[in-house]
C-alpha cells in the first residue's frame, strides 16, 4: 500500500463528504487568480465532479489529493496533477492551501515533496511542471525550493481586474 504521509499530513483521495470543503476553495474568489476560474462553481456541479473521482490518473488525465491534518484530520488543502500524460512523463501540479493561517506552515511543502515522490517512484514520470504568477512569492520560493528551475515567462498572460500579469513557468526534470 502506497503511504503519502509526513509527520505532519497526509494526502488521501476525494471523498462524497469533501464537497463543502471544495465548494468553498472553487468558490472562494480570492484564490481565483490561482486557478484560472471566472465563474462559481455550483453544488450540483462538485458533486458530479465527486461522483466522477472514482477515475484513476490515467483515464482522468488528473489527480486530486486533500492534504490533512494527521493531528486532527483537519482538511489543510488540496494538491493536483494535471495535464497527466503518461506517454511523454509529464504532468502540472499546483496547490492550494486554504485557510491562510496555515499558509507559510510548512503543509504546501510537505505535500509537493509527497507528490514529487510518487510521481516519480509510482507514476514513473520524467518532470513536473508549474505555472506560477510572477508575484506570487511564496509560490516561487516553494517549488525553487524542491529544484523546479525557470523555463519561461509568460508576459501579461493573466488578467486580474484591469491588469495584465506575467506568469512564470517552472519544470522539475527528474
Same mark, same amino acid.
Given at each position: ?9 497526509? =494526502? ?11 465548494? +468553498?476553495?472553487?468558490?472562494? @474568489? ?14 450540483? =456541479? ?18 486530486? =489529493? @486533500? ?13 493536483? /496533477? ?13 496547490? @492550494?492551501?486554504?485557510? +491562510? ?10 505535500? =509537493?515533496? /509527497? ?11 520524467? +518532470? ?13 520560493? /516553494? ?16 488578467? @486580474? ?9 517552472? +519544470?522539475?526534470?527528474?
Amino acid at each position: 500500500m502506497i503511504r503519502l504521509e509526513t509527520a505532519e499530513i497526509y =494526502l488521501r483521495a476525494l471523498e462524497p463528504e469533501d464537497l463543502e470543503f471544495i465548494y +468553498q476553495i472553487e468558490n472562494d @474568489v480570492s484564490l481565483w487568480e490561482v486557478s484560472n476560474t471566472q465563474t462559481p462553481y455550483s453544488r450540483f =456541479l462538485i458533486h458530479q465532479y465527486l461522483e466522477n473521482a472514482h477515475q484513476d490518473i490515467y483515464e482522468a488525465k488528473q489527480l486530486r =489529493l @486533500v492534504i490533512c491534518s494527521k493531528e486532527t484530520n483537519e482538511t489543510l488543502g488540496l494538491i493536483d /496533477l494535471f495535464d497527466f500524460d503518461p506517454k511523454n512523463g509529464r504532468a502540472g501540479v499546483g496547490i @492550494v492551501i486554504q485557510d +491562510q493561517s496555515n499558509r507559510a506552515q510548512g503543509i504546501g511543502s510537505q505535500a =509537493l515533496e /509527497l507528490v514529487i515522490n510518487y510521481s516519480r517512484e509510482f507514476l514513473f514520470l520524467n +518532470q513536473l511542471y508549474a505555472n506560477i504568477a510572477a508575484d506570487n512569492q511564496a509560490s516561487i520560493q /516553494l517549488f525553487e525550493k524542491y529544484n523546479f528551475r525557470t523555463i519561461g515567462v509568460k508576459k501579461a498572460w493573466t488578467r @486580474v481586474g484591469q491588469e495584465y500579469k506575467d506568469e512564470i513557468m517552472y +519544470q522539475l526534470i527528474f
